[in-house]
């Protein structure tokens, strides 16, 4: 894997001083997906993504580069479409590309049209073979991190007078997107499971009023989970000792 310093960057060798101060090895990081990525429903924060992006900014620490490229209402296979353009563009210096992918999408594809019981916006056979191909895709550019759905409150159905989401088939959609991750090792957050687990008070407490997104004390709880987890932890503690 190829890492940029800041030393490598143009400013930085303009001026010694600010070259010194931004000696840390940085990483450029490609953040693709849905609302959960874009960050809708934040209007503190921006998101978990922003608020990362913020933290990374720090003149103190290090400065990783995360491109929110999240479009909300975005489906696997939409994702899918604009990865390569998406990644292959924001290398920012001549021939160089991002060092890792975060991925967040899928609950657009479960939702139902039309009423609780309509058909799935994506069939779930059509979805098994979309998240394949995007996630054999993303596995053959870079490191792929990828993040689950958070649960969405059933009772604030329909979103958008016409999507009926519901916590049957989020968790058939994740349990086939986290399977497809582990057949490829790609690293899965279950993010429904561990907000499920910590009560049903709890995660109806940290959504949007819309009942889908995640509120900004939900981004603040998710970015916590996603810098607790592990795998992440490792890859970033690889260029952070």
């Not at 913020?54 to 209402?73: C, D, F, K, Q």
């Not at 939409?78 to 609950?107: C, M, W, Y």
């Not at 008070?201 to 987890?229: K, T």
Request: with cysteine; net charge negative; glycine share 8%.
């Amino acid at each position: 894997m190829q890492i940029l310093t800041h030393s490598a960057d143009p400013l930085s060798a303009k001026d010694p001083a600010i070259a010194v101060q931004t000696s840390f090895p940085t990483l450029r990081i490609v953040a693709l997906g849905d609302s959960l990525i874009y960050g809708f429903g934040d209007s503190d924060g921006g998101g978990w993504v922003e608020r990362l992006r913020r933290r990374w900014m720090s003149p103190e620490g290090h400065h990783h580069a995360l491109y929110n490229l999240g479009v909300r209402g975005d489906r696997v296979q939409q994702v899918a479409q604009r990865l390569k353009t998406e990644f292959h563009n924001r290398g920012e210096l001549r021939h160089r590309v991002p060092d890792g992918i975060l991925l967040s999408v899928g609950l657009n594809d479960s939702a139902r049209l039309g009423r609780a019981d309509g058909k799935n916006f994506t069939p779930f056979e059509s979805f098994q073979l979309d998240i394949a191909n995007l996630l054999d895709q993303a596995n053959q550019l870079c490191p792929v991190f990828f993040v689950g759905m958070t649960p969405v409150d059933e009772a604030q159905m329909p979103f958008s007078n016409c999507l009926y989401y519901n916590h049957a088939d989020q968790y058939l959609y994740k349990e086939a997107t986290r399977l497809a991750c582990q057949e490829r090792q790609i690293p899965y957050l279950d993010v429904f499971d561990q907000w499920m687990a910590r009560g049903e008070g709890w995660w109806r407490s940290r959504l949007h009023r819309d009942g889908l997104h995640p509120n900004s004390e939900g981004y603040a709880a998710l970015l916590e989970d996603f810098q607790q987890w592990q795998p992440i932890c490792r890859w970033l503690g690889h260029y952070e000792d």
